[in-house]
C-alpha cells in the first residue's frame, strides 16, 4: 500500500479505486492547496495527483524523497517541471483524449459568441437597450465562409477543424515553423490549441496582434500565456482586433477589475473547456489509472515524455 496525495476531490467515483488499494490524503478545500501545503502533502507521498494549479517544479519534486508517480488532472502539463520528475525516474501522466470534443465544442461556443456578439446582445436586453428590431442593431459577422486559422494541429485543434467543415468554414492548420505573420493577416478567426511551453510562451504579442484584420477575432482555449495580455488589452482597446474570447488568461483567473476584462469585444469565461460531467469524470478515471499503474511500477496509460528542445 502506497501514500498518495490527491490535490482536490474529483466528480465521479474515480478516486474509489485508488482508495481501494493506497492510503489516500485528499486536500478537502475548493481552492488549490498553499505551496507550503502542497509540500507537506506530498512530501511523504509515492503518488501525487494533481491539478493544473499545482506548480510541480523542480524543488518541490526535490522535497518528495518517495515520490514514484505524478498524475495531471489534465492534458496540459505546463504546471509541471517533467524534466525534473524523469531525471528521478518519477512518471508523469496525463489525461489526453477524453476532454478533446469538449474543448472543441467550447472553442465553437467562444467563436460564435464573439463573430454574433452574444455578449452585446445579453447586455443590450438586460440594460433596456433593446427598444426595437432595427436593420442594422449588433451585425455580426458569418462562420460561413471565414477563414478560420487553428494555431496546433494536435487533437482538439483537430476536433474543432472537424466542427468547422459543417459550418463551411476555410480552415489553415497551422503547425510549428509554419509563417505565422502571413498567415494572421489572412484569417478571420485565430484559435490557439498549441501546449504551452518556452517556444509559445507569448507566441501571440503586439506583433501578431497588428498583423492580424482589424475584424478579426482571437479565441484561446488553450493556456492563457501563450498570449501577452497586456498587448491584447491595447489591440483591442486600439481597434486593432475586433474581438478575444478567453477561456485562459494570464494571470489565471483575471481578477474582476483587471482592465482586459472592460476591453472593447473582450469575452472571458473561468477556464471550463473541459468541464462537462463526462469529461471531467473521464479525467478522474484516466488521472487514477495513470496513477495506479505508476505507483505498481507499470508504464502509465498515458506517460507525458520530457518535450524535445526546441
Ligand atoms: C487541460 O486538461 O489541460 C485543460 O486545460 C483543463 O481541462
Redesign the pocket.
Known amino acids: 500500500m502506497s501514500r498518495c496525495f490527491v490535490t482536490r476531490d474529483l466528480p465521479g467515483a474515480a478516486l474509489d479505486r485508488l482508495r481501494a488499494d493506497h492510503e489516500v490524503e485528499v486536500w478537502p478545500d475548493r481552492f488549490p492547496p498553499s505551496r507550503e501545503r502542497l509540500i507537506d502533502g506530498a512530501r511523504s507521498a509515492q503518488g501525487l495527483l494533481c491539478m ?1 494549479t499545482d506548480p510541480i517544479d523542480a524543488q518541490l519534486i526535490a522535497s518528495c524523497p518517495d515520490l514514484r508517480a505524478i498524475s495531471n ?4 502539463v505546463d504546471n509541471i517541471d517533467v524534466a525534473a520528475a524523469t531525471a528521478r525516474a518519477i512518471q508523469v501522466g ?2 489526453p483524449g477524453v ?1 478533446t470534443e469538449a ?1 472543441a465544442d467550447l472553442t465553437l461556443a467562444l467563436t460564435l459568441a464573439v463573430l454574433r456578439r452574444l455578449p452585446e446582445g445579453q447586455a443590450a436586453v438586460l440594460s433596456g437597450g433593446w427598444r426595437t428590431w432595427e436593420p442594422a442593431f449588433l451585425l455580426g459577422r458569418d462562420l460561413n465562409g471565414a477563414t478560420v486559422l487553428l494555431i496546433g494541429a494536435g487533437r482538439i485543434g483537430q476536433a474543432v477543424a472537424r466542427r468547422l467543415e459543417g459550418f463551411r468554414a476555410r480552415v489553415v492548420l497551422a503547425g510549428r515553423g509554419d509563417p505565422l505573420p502571413a498567415l494572421l493577416a489572412e484569417a478571420d478567426v485565430v484559435s490557439l490549441h498549441c501546449p504551452l511551453t518556452e517556444q509559445t510562451r507569448a507566441l501571440i504579442g503586439a506583433t501578431e496582434l497588428a498583423a492580424m484584420k482589424a475584424t478579426a477575432v482571437l479565441v484561446n482555449t ?2 492563457g500565456p501563450i498570449v501577452d495580455t497586456a498587448a491584447l488589452e491595447a489591440a483591442l482597446r486600439a481597434g486593432e482586433i475586433a474581438a478575444a474570447a478567453l477561456d ?1 488568461t494570464d494571470p489565471e483567473p483575471l481578477p474582476a477589475d483587471h482592465p482586459l476584462l472592460s476591453a472593447p469585444g473582450a469575452l472571458v469565461v473561468p ?1 471550463t ?3 462537462t460531467h463526462a ?1 471531467r469524470e473521464a ?1 478522474a478515471d484516466l488521472a487514477v489509472d495513470n496513477l495506479l499503474a505508476g505507483l505498481s511500477g507499470d508504464p502509465m496509460p498515458h506517460r507525458v515524455a520530457t518535450r524535445p528542445g526546441p
Open positions: 493544473l488532472y489534465a492534458v496540459g496525463n489525461t476532454l474543448t488553450a493556456r485562459v477556464h473547456g473541459s468541464a469529461a479525467m
